[in-house]
């Protein structure tokens, strides 16, 4: 069960501070879900949602929103996401670019019935789904 956690804007610390407070009085079976702005997976702001993230034991869905700022190489962002991984336990990720509002909404028929071909890069994927 994932809770029902509103975004977490670009370096808004009180509000992630007091979910991942909250998160030892859930439900044993509870997940906390994290949607953060991208911002939080840069090199400025990655150390903190480690340091806060890898502190509450509950298990954690990080999912990003939005795109990097200008000048913010994806490259950056996948290590510190790697970096986020391997140092806070019980957490796993989705990324979704088109931003918070649409990130609440998942078509489950179509994710129960996407086909996956390892043997084809991602991106020919999702042009032949369009």
């Known amino acids: 069960m994932l809770t029902p956690t509103g975004y977490i804007g670009e370096s808004d610390i009180d509000t ?3 979910v991942l ?9 509870a997940v906390i879900s ?21 502190a509450t034991p ?3 869905a990080i999912m990003l929103t939005g795109l990097p700022r200008e000048g913010v190489p994806a490259k950056e962002i996948l290590f510190n996401l790697r970096l986020v991984a391997s140092q806070v336990p019980q957490s796993a990720f989705c990324a979704r670019p088109d931003g918070p ?19 084809r890069p991602a991106a020919a994927a999702r042009r032949e789904s369009r």
Do not use: C, F, M, Y
Not at 101 to 119: E, S
């Open 34 to 54: 994290l949607p953060l702005d991208i911002t939080w997976a840069t090199s400025e702001w990655v150390e903190v949602l480690i340091d806060l993230a890898a």
């Open 21 to 29: 407070r909250a998160a030892p009085g859930l439900n044993a079976e």
């Open 101 to 119: 509002r649409r990130a609440r909404r998942v078509d489950r028929n179509q994710q129960r019935h996407a086909k996956i071909d390892p043997a």
């Open 16 to 18: 992630l501070e007091a």
């Open 58 to 60: 509950a298990p954690k």
